[in-house]
């Protein structure tokens, strides 16, 4: 079976930092890109970061560029999202998810239709 386990969330103040871990198994973890979403209350949930099998190539949404860094371990299954200086609007719900390509297209990445297989998720919460 394919599992995504997201870890890592917690309580942290703003201008803060985090980092989200995501375990991966029953699949070839290297093959496939990756993405980080979030859904805070009320909201839909949203794509944050995508990066490609070979982790060669990231995207980002606008509003973590430059604070958010995410990276793969592929020897290990492991995925990250570094966060930093963090914000209140940060506070969300995040997921890891996979795709079926092994790369992030340029208008898809976001997109949760291109993702088949998720983890449970890790709250976040930015607050002083």
């Known amino acids: 079976d394919v599992q995504l386990q997201a870890s890592g969330g917690g309580l942290v103040q703003p201008g803060g930092s985090r980092r989200l871990s995501c375990a991966a198994s029953?699949?070839?973890?290297?093959?496939?890109?990756i993405g980080w979403f979030r859904q805070a209350p009320g909201k839909g949930r949203e794509g944050v970061a995508c990066i490609s099998g070979a982790g060669d190539s990231t995207s980002y949404v606008d509003s973590v560029k430059g604070r958010f860094t995410i990276s793969r371990d592929n020897d290990n299954y492991m995925l990250y999202l570094q966060m930093n200086s963090l914000k209140f609007e940060d506070t969300a719900v995040y997921y890891c998810?996979?795709?079926?390509?092994?790369?992030?297209?340029?208008?898809?990445?976001?997109?949760?239709?291109?993702?088949?297989?998720w983890g449970q998720g890790t709250q976040v919460t930015v607050s002083s």
């Open positions: 998810a996979a795709q079926v390509r092994s790369y992030c297209s340029q208008y898809g990445w976001p997109l949760r239709t291109h993702y088949v297989h």
């Open positions: 029953g699949f070839t973890f290297g093959d496939y890109a």
